[in-house]
């Protein structure tokens, strides 16, 4: 999703440029756009240190992802953008957050505890169902954190290479600071959750987010491909990034397995349901579908090569996926049939949640939508 070299909002070098997927150059220039200071303005405030803007027009921000927590729904996005709904996603209410970074996804393990991440690798939590948010992480002690494990890997096996190379690009990010974004949260509790991002960030916590501790050397990730999302299962964790990156874990991330899959390209999701089966999904309309753990591939079959942004399995069934042109798309259990669904106003779409009466709301570039039930079903 979003990730820039960003300092304020930083363009980034021509190296990171070329790295950047059709969807993260999309998001990441209209963010910037959004956030860049006016010329001859004054030097602009850290971002971390920065509370987010209250506005009347909140509810029309560029929303970033989108998440419920029993009934309540709560969407996130730019400029440290905060909004819950209580009423299905008809009506929103801005919250106050105490960063004023882009925040690329939110995740609840319950009613109460939910956790944000964004840009300058930022972690936020909320004990009170998204009513207040307070910083437990940024990209500079994510960095230190690498750091010390890179030393500690490293003591243990002073001739491994590979430990050499993480200790050494370990202390490069941490000498360029908080400009890494975070780009998706998961928890399976409200005290052990993981977070991942870009060049191949991932830590997990125990204690609810009070300590992190840095997951690198459990991946065979030595590039640093950047992990876009992950999802749960159980006790499974998949990881999905980039270059047909995904990931498996069955002991909640103790350890790592990479899995094969048919696509070399980007993939922007990743969702895991103990009754559908494994999709991932991303650029150019590829998507794909395993009902045996990714040891074998059926490809969905969607009609145009457009990038798609979003998904989520839904209580009845099915699993909805949205792509850049504003298409909603509603996959049967087998993965071969793709009904597009009709939208009052189709925008483009970065996040997708179901509500507690089965309605749809999704993030995206105007706010938010909300999709009906009658919709959902309309033949």
Same mark, same amino acid.
């Given at each position: ?5 960003? &300092? @304020? ?31 001859? /303005?004054p030097a602009?405030v ?7 803007v209250?506005?009347? &027009?909140a509810?029309t ?5 989108v ?5 309540r ?7 440290g953008?905060? +909004? ?9 209410t801005q ?7 882009a925040?690329?996804?939110? =995740?609840f393990?319950?009613s @109460?505890?939910g956790?944000? #991440?964004g ?6 939590h ?5 009513l207040?948010w307070v910083k437990?992480l ?7 954190i690498? #750091?010390l494990?890179a ?6 096996n002073p001739?491994?290479?590979? /430990?050499?190379r993480?200790l050494?690009?370990a202390?490069?990010a941490a000498?360029?600071? *908080?400009?890494?974004p975070?780009?998706? #949260?998961?928890?399976?509790?409200p005290s052990a959750?993981i977070v991942?991002?870009a ?6 916590? =125990?204690?609810?987010g009070?300590?992190?501790? *840095?997951l690198?050397d ?7 491909? @950047? +992990?876009?999302?992950?999802?749960l ?5 998949y990881i /999905?990034g980039e270059?047909?990156? %995904?990931?498996?874990? #069955?002991?909640q991330?103790?350890?790592?397995t990479? !899995?094969n ?9 990743? !969702?895991?349901?103990?009754k559908l089966?494994?999709?991932?999904y991303g650029l150019r309309? =590829?998507?794909?579908?395993? @009902?045996? /753990?990714?040891?074998n591939?059926?490809?969905? =079959? ?15 069934g099915y699993?909805i996926l949205?792509?850049e042109s504003g298409?909603?798309?509603k !996959?049967?259990?087998?993965?071969? *049939?793709?009904?597009p669904?009709t939208?009052?106003?189709p925008?483009?779409?970065t ?7 089965g309605?749809?709301? %999704?993030?995206g !570039?105007?706010?938010?939508? &909300?999709l009906?039930?009658e919709?959902?079903v309309?033949k």
């Amino acid at each position: 999703m979003l990730w820039l070299k960003m &300092r @304020h909002v930083d363009m980034g070098t021509a190296t990171i440029r070329t790295r950047l997927p059709a969807r993260a150059v999309w998001i990441a220039l209209l963010i910037g756009m959004c956030q860049l200071p006016a010329v001859g /303005a004054p030097a602009t405030v850290d971002p971390l240190l920065k509370s987010s803007v209250m506005t009347s &027009r909140a509810g029309t921000s560029v929303m970033l992802a989108v998440t419920r927590a029993d009934s309540r729904l709560i969407s996130v996005g730019e400029r440290g953008t905060i +909004l819950l709904s209580d009423d299905l996603g008809i009506s929103w209410t801005q919250i106050p957050a105490p960063v004023s970074v882009a925040l690329t996804a939110v =995740n609840f393990s319950d009613s @109460h505890s939910g956790w944000a #991440v964004g840009h300058a690798g930022v972690v936020l939590h909320t004990a009170d169902g998204g009513l207040s948010w307070v910083k437990q992480l940024d990209g500079q002690q994510a960095a230190d954190i690498d #750091v010390l494990d890179a030393k500690e890997k490293l003591e243990k096996n002073p001739s491994n290479e590979s /430990a050499v190379r993480y200790l050494r690009d370990a202390k490069r990010a941490a000498q360029e600071g *908080s400009d890494k974004p975070l780009l998706d #949260v998961k928890f399976w509790s409200p005290s052990a959750g993981i977070v991942v991002g870009a060049y191949g960030a991932i830590l997990q916590t =125990n204690d609810g987010g009070k300590s992190w501790t *840095s997951l690198r050397d459990r991946l065979d990730n030595p590039k640093g491909k @950047h +992990l876009y999302s992950v999802t749960l299962s159980g006790r499974e964790i998949y990881i /999905a990034g980039e270059q047909g990156t %995904l990931f498996r874990s #069955v002991d909640q991330g103790l350890t790592f397995t990479k !899995i094969n899959t048919p696509y070399s390209g980007t993939y922007f999701g990743v !969702i895991s349901d103990p009754k559908l089966g494994i999709f991932v999904y991303g650029l150019r309309g =590829n998507a794909f579908v395993s @009902h045996d /753990a990714g040891h074998n591939w059926k490809k969905i =079959n969607i009609d145009l090569p457009i990038t798609i942004t979003a998904g989520v399995a839904t209580s009845d069934g099915y699993v909805i996926l949205t792509d850049e042109s504003g298409r909603v798309l509603k !996959i049967s259990e087998d993965g071969l *049939s793709v009904e597009p669904l009709t939208l009052p106003v189709p925008f483009s779409f970065t996040g997708i949640a179901q509500a507690k009466d089965g309605s749809l709301v %999704l993030s995206g !570039i105007r706010g938010t939508t &909300r999709l009906t039930t009658e919709i959902l079903v309309k033949k």
